[in-house]
């Protein structure tokens, strides 16, 4: 069994329990962690408040000099991470190397981010005075983290904080704690004590105590829809810093003059990659109406060419699901489509050459619309439903028929629909032609009913720090608006 980190140890905590950690390409038991109590998220933010007290004190080229190490230890240890990943995660082994490579990236970029930016001095209004900004920690933040990127929605949330001065408690998912907590003994030890703790377990027994706990004063938050409001209903008493990434139902639109073989390879890859399993994946696509059956066609025989199998497997190029319940959850979806009239191109079931295992072939449907939940709700799983449209103009009111708003993807060389779909389109982020890239120094976050935070970027770390105006005039003396009003 793998042992919970905090306040600079490895621990059993008070956990009775212990969560078995499963391969989901083999069925098979990884390994084990506690399953933390409340009791353990208690002890976890006492040492964090206490590491609090020097950490955000600390000299910037101190704190810039100890996150560029956790960089260098992920570098050093990325084969071991990389491994670790694709076994209890699932992904090809390639996505799971660049995840890494993200990780690595991320803390050196806010670790030279917080060397450089405190805040700002304004123009004074008199000349006696002086004005400027302050950027404060906010203290201990609770980083809840999903089990699709593990280690980096985990770094886009604890780079940001503790470059800021803040110290974290990661409350990993169930599904994912063994990268977690093989970071903590291998990338957070030289950190100094309670900087970073990591608790293992079930979220109402170790994620819902983190959100209601007085000294946890930020809560960030990836995943679904439903336990963000859960988690916003529990800290909004309490006014809590909410940093909530909520998922989306994506959309990519092909234009009439893209080429259909690098829309199809565009679409299957924004679509499929970690088995469909990202928040930012492709969910919905629209193709005109007149070249449809061109499209089409593209797409279904590149997405049939696509290897499935176990993340370790070179060749691979789609894995399995995270679970079973995951994989129903998109054969619902499927069906649903399929009762209501949608045709199914290729894929739609559980692939028979796999015994074990969470598998389900990349599924291409055609014949959709807004009555099915395929394209309503979140599927999260590998299937790409295809919708004509009539008019470019019909394409983005599609597109923003979502109550989400994280993504949405353009495939066009037409400079005018791609103005209009950007200016129009209601999403954080807009891809032209090439769907899925992130920038460090570009924020990342959604709109509406995905949630209003950003991560990376400036903005990724002013989501947590708080912003004090400091007004300093250099003399006190007596002011001509101060009582009496009446006096000459």
């Excluded at 962690?33 to 004190?57: I, L, M, Q, Y």
């Excluded at 399995?320 to 979806?333: A, F, L, Q």
């Excluded at 993504?407 to 032609?433: Q, R």
Aim: net charge negative; aromatic share 10%.
């Amino acid at each position: 069994m793998k042992l919970m980190y905090i306040n600079g140890e490895f621990t059993k905590g008070n956990a009775k329990e212990e969560i078995e950690i499963t391969n989901p390409a083999t069925e098979e038991v990884l390994d084990s962690v506690p399953r933390g109590t409340a009791e353990d998220v208690e002890a976890a933010v006492r040492s964090g408040n206490e590491a609090f007290k020097s950490w955000r004190k600390m000299g910037a080229n101190e704190r810039t000099n100890l996150l560029h190490e956790v960089a260098t230890r992920v570098r050093r240890h990325r084969g071991d991470l990389v491994q670790w990943l694709t076994l209890e995660e699932g992904k090809p082994i390639s996505e799971n190397d660049e995840e890494l490579e993200w990780v690595a990236n991320t803390f050196d970029y806010y670790a030279e981010l917080g060397r450089h930016d405190r805040g700002r001095v304004i123009p004074p209004g008199e000349a006696s005075q002086f004005n400027f900004i302050l950027k404060e920690p906010y203290g201990v933040v609770g980083c809840i983290v999903p089990w699709n990127y593990p280690l980096l929605l985990m770094a886009w949330k604890v780079a940001p904080a503790l470059a800021a001065g803040n110290t974290v408690i990661i409350k990993p998912s169930e599904m994912t704690s063994l990268s977690a907590l093989y970071m903590a003994e291998h990338c957070f030890d030289g950190l100094p004590a309670g900087v970073v703790n990591v608790v293992t377990g079930f979220g109402p027994e170790t994620g819902e105590p983190l959100v209601k706990h007085p000294n946890v004063p930020v809560i960030a938050f990836t995943g679904s829809l439903g336990t963000g409001q859960r988690i916003a209903s529990h800290a909004a008493p309490m006014m809590k810093k909410l940093h909530l990434e909520l998922g989306g139902k994506d959309a990519t639109v092909i234009a009439e003059d893209a080429d259909p073989e690098l829309a199809a390879k565009a679409v299957a890859y924004a679509a499929l990659i970690n088995a469909g399993q990202v928040c930012t994946s492709t969910e919905r696509v629209y193709i005109p109406k007149p070249k449809a059956k061109q499209f089409t066609e593209a797409i279904v025989e590149h997405v049939k060419s696509l290897r499935l199998g176990p993340g370790l497997e070179a060749a691979t190029d789609v894995g399995p699901m995270i679970g079973d319940s995951y994989r129903t959850k998109v054969e619902g979806h499927v069906e649903d489509a399929r009762a209501r009239g949608a045709q199914i191109l290729t894929g739609g079931r559980r692939p028979k050459n796999f015994a074990r295992g969470w598998f389900y072939e990349p599924t291409v449907l055609t014949g959709v619309d807004h009555s099915m939940l395929i394209m309503r709700e979140e599927t999260f799983g590998p299937a790409v439903p295809l919708m004509e449209y009539t008019s470019f103009e019909e394409a983005i009111d599609l597109v923003n028929d979502s109550p989400y708003g994280l993504g949405a993807v353009l495939l066009s060389e037409d400079p005018k629909k791609i103005k209009n779909f950007f200016e129009d389109v209601k999403a954080g982020t807009i891809w032209i032609n090439d769907p899925l890239t992130d920038n460090y120094a570009g924020p990342f976050g959604g709109m509406k009913y995905s949630g209003g935070a950003r991560e990376l970027g400036i903005e990724g770390l002013d989501e947590f720090r708080e912003t004090k105006h400091v007004h300093w005039d250099f003399h006190l003396e007596d002011k001509s608006y101060w009582y009496p009003y009446g006096r000459e």
